[in-house]
């Protein structure tokens, strides 16, 4: 080994070791600003976050892409929790929800756990709220675990197969799993950090992101290293899975409401939520006011249509 091929290695190697350092930082310091909410409960081998309030006839609900529980804002949850069991969670791999325990990130197993919590906490098919890739994670509960639910109320779900990405999710979008890890565990959370706003502005386009959505929506969770990796699994296992999926949605038995925002910029209306509409019997499609972002950006209408599809339970 040459001298300068030895110091060009040492230097790499500083590089590499500096940034894990910061990325550990960094996290400790995210983590402190956005604790826990609730409890842990372990489905299957798996650490499930969740928190559960309120009480009466229960609606679950699930976050999208890169999110955690508090991307649904409170006012939101606060109307439903009002005369609900309202029980959000992490979904597996995001906020502070373990990765799925058998190491491989899908649709279908992250579903398995979902209903694993259904029934440990005696839920008795709930409503199931999805938004974005929550709703693609729902469908999947759906159609695999139909007894697990009462009804669907998808928010701007990703129900239809697509090789685009997102500018908002393209820092994640790596298909190999080992080029992945190794980003997330060096430059993914520093990196983030300085992308954070724009990635998140974007998802909220063409509404306003409230300024301290990073911490009050739980979505600076999403830089730290495992978050990382896992969104961008979970972008190659809705891929994987949504082509077979698709197949499946006429066989759907149980009521199922779609709500977009008009405007939504991250999943296209016309194509996630008509065809969805088209292919379930009895499925409607609502549209307001409003971006992707619409559980952050319009809580009371949101919660309203959640309600409404709630009371039809009854």
Known sequence: MTSKFAKFIVAITAIFLTFAGVTQLASRWIEGRIPRDGAVLTIDGTDM???DRGQGRPIVLIHGLSGQMRNFATGLVDQLAANHRVVLIDRPGSGYSAPL????NTLAGQAEVIAGLIETLDLDAPLIV??????AVALTLALDHPDAVGALALIAPASQPSDATSSAFSAMSIQSDTLRRFVSLTFATPLGMLIFDGSAKSVFAPESMPEDFGTIGGSLLSIRPHSYFSAGGDMVAARAALPTMVAGYPSLQMPVAILFGRADQVLDPAIHGTLLRDAVTGATLTQ?????????????????????QAAQQD
Do not use: C, K, Q, R
């Open 49 to 51: 976050h969740y928190l």
């Open 101 to 104: 325990a058998d190491g491989t």
């Open 130 to 135: 999805g938004h974005s890739l929550g709703g």
């Open 288 to 308: 307001i006011e409003g971006g992707h972002m619409i559980v952050f950006t319009a809580p009371d209408a949101v919660a309203g249509w959640i309600l409404d």
